[in-house]
């Protein structure tokens, strides 16, 4: 039975998408720490793999690297890899490599699929496939985090913001990035769980704070 929209089974689309995991599930936040360290970022602050973990213990600066390089992973997915699909490949494609990136850093098979929350790679895919959207989303989470100075719901902010700005955009014609940005906004809500836990407690630390534990929100 065909499916319903342009994408067709290849080795190439395969190897695109396969691709587009494995790279996504690198862990470079906790490689980084490890080789510069010597200590397991699973261990330390929150226990996430992700750049703003590794920023506590690596410092801004290096802890910008692992934020880029997390970042890079979702772009190189969606401005790249999914190429390999094919000349006809197109927006489905390109999103479906974008989503498989960021569920390798979310459910990395190298460390059991035990992961970070998604949002740095969301956002290097989200920009290779339309800046503008990202812009919006990007806003958003400035207005949160100069407001509120949570960086959790900045980052629940822009999940949210994503898949309404591209409706906006796109209109009928982007139905696939606006699923694909719907699915990261739920998977990034589910992956804030124990932020909001703590937000209705009023013990989610706010940006600066070295009180506390706060979950990794760019991770």
């Not at 490949?89 to 569920?103: D, P």
């Not at 980052?155 to 606006?178: C, D, H, K, T, Y």
Request: hydrophobic share 50%; charged share 15%; glycine share 16%.
């Amino acid at each position: 039975m065909p499916l319903p929209f342009a994408l067709t089974a290849s080795p190439g689309l395969f190897l695109a998408l396969a691709g587009s995991y494995l790279l996504g599930a690198i862990p470079f936040g906790l490689v980084m720490v490890k080789a510069i360290k010597g200590i397991d970022l699973r261990t330390v602050g929150s226990g996430n793999i992700g750049a703003t973990n590794a920023m506590r213990v690596l410092g801004k600066p290096l802890g910008l690297v692992a934020f880029l390089l997390d970042w890079a992973k979702g772009f190189v997915a969606s401005y790249f890899l999914w190429r390999l699909a094919g000349q006809d490949a197109g927006l489905v494609e390109q999103v479906l490599c974008g989503t498989l990136a960021v569920i390798g850093h979310c459910f990395p098979v190298y460390l059991g699929f035990r992961g970070g929350k998604g949002v740095a790679t969301a956002s290097g895919s989200i920009v290779a496939i339309d800046p503008v959207v990202f812009v919006c989303g990007g806003l958003v989470w400035l207005l949160l985090a100069g407001t509120a100075r949570y960086v959790s719901l900045a980052s629940m902010g822009m999940g949210i913001a994503f898949p309404i700005a591209a409706q906006i955009r796109w209109g009928r014609e982007g139905w696939p990035l606006v699923v694909g940005l719907v699915a990261l906004m739920l998977l990034i809500l589910v992956r804030h769980k124990p932020n909001i836990v703590r937000l209705m407690q009023g013990t989610e630390p706010k940006m600066g704070s070295k009180k506390g534990k706060e979950g990794s929100s760019r991770g």
